[in-house]
């Protein structure tokens, strides 16, 4: 079973699917700021609580690695914008908002361990990434213990966005379970 990857994070900048386009067509966009993946997360490119949350860890990671702060004082001031403006996108996406916490907890930690901004930037860029790790993994094992409640020859229907495209699940994953 193919399944698109919704979100993910490469060298060139976090690579989203554009589920408003499907299911006829497949588009992906690269988003290579903070303010372009929050303009994603608002106009619905990316969907489902789970793919938010992943979406706007990424968010604060690109923002803080695309910084030109100088010390870890204007790094930290900055924050609070890139923050906000991930915040403002969805209010009332749980997920959303867990994992700017978790991201705001992560830059605290780390700035009071070191001043090496290049260390906390890409600190902060792999906490982004255990985020969709650790998500993947939750959603992974929903799937599977739910999996002995859905009926063999029949159909489900979800409300919202539901399944891999929501959870930031990939097609490797998926195939597991046939």
């Known amino acids: 079973m193919y399944v698109a990857q919704p979100i993910e994070w490469t060298d060139r900048g976090v690579v989203m699917l554009d589920q408003r386009r499907l299911p006829t067509q497949e588009v992906s966009y690269t988003y290579t700021t903070y303010q372009d993946v929050a303009k994603a997360i608002r106009e619905m490119v990316i969907r489902g609580a789970p793919a938010i949350g992943v979406a706007a860890a990424m968010g604060v990671a690109l923002g803080l690695q695309n910084s030109s702060a100088k010390s870890i004082e204007d790094l930290r001031a900055e924050l609070p914008l890139i ?73 489900v229907m979800t409300q919202c966005n539901a399944g891999a495209l929501a959870t930031g699940e990939s097609e490797r994953r998926l195939a597991s379970f046939k």
């Not at 209010?91 to 009071?112: G, I, Y």
């Not at 982004?128 to 409640?149: M, P, Q, S």
């Open 83 to 155: 923050l906000d403006t991930l915040a403002k996108t969805r209010p009332t996406a749980v997920d959303l908002f867990w994992a700017l916490d978790r991201m705001q907890r992560r830059f605290a930690e780390l700035s009071a361990q070191t001043s090496d901004l290049a260390q906390i930037k890409r600190a902060l860029v792999e906490e982004a990434k255990a985020v969709h790790l650790e998500k993947r993994a939750t959603d992974e094992a929903i799937g599977r213990f739910g999996a002995e409640f859905m009926p063999h020859d029949g159909r």
